[in-house]
């Protein structure tokens, strides 16, 4: 808030952060009237619905767990394949050097 002189006359000039500020402190100021507003019922209900949401969220975190630990077997089944492959190419080269040094 800034006061503005102009002509020897005091105006009070309101800026979007002021009007900004008073919605705000308005809406601080009727929040303890709303929450107790709130029903017994309301209350149990959002409990509820809460509870709801905790149950699927441990469900998804199982089925997340579970599915880790499909692809941990998945990249131990990769790795030792690649480890096959590998061992398999090194015996392969070896054979090809020794049939290059033969010729």
């Known amino acids: 808030m800034w006061l503005m002189v102009h002509r020897n006359i005091v105006k009070l000039k309101i800026t979007d952060d002021m009007r900004t500020i008073g919605i705000l402190l308005t809406y601080l100021a009727m929040l303890p009237f709303t929450a107790c507003s709130n029903s017994e019922s309301d209350l ?32 131990a089944e990769m790795k030792r394949e690649y480890q096959q492959d590998k061992a ?14 033969k010729k």
């Open 44 to 75: 149990n209900a959002e409990q509820q619905e809460l509870k709801t949401e905790q149950a699927e969220i441990e469900k998804e975190q199982e089925e997340l767990l579970e599915e880790q630990e499909e692809l941990r077997k998945e990249y």
């Open 88 to 101: 398999e190419f090194q015996r392969t080269q070896k054979r090809f050097k020794a049939q290059q040094t």
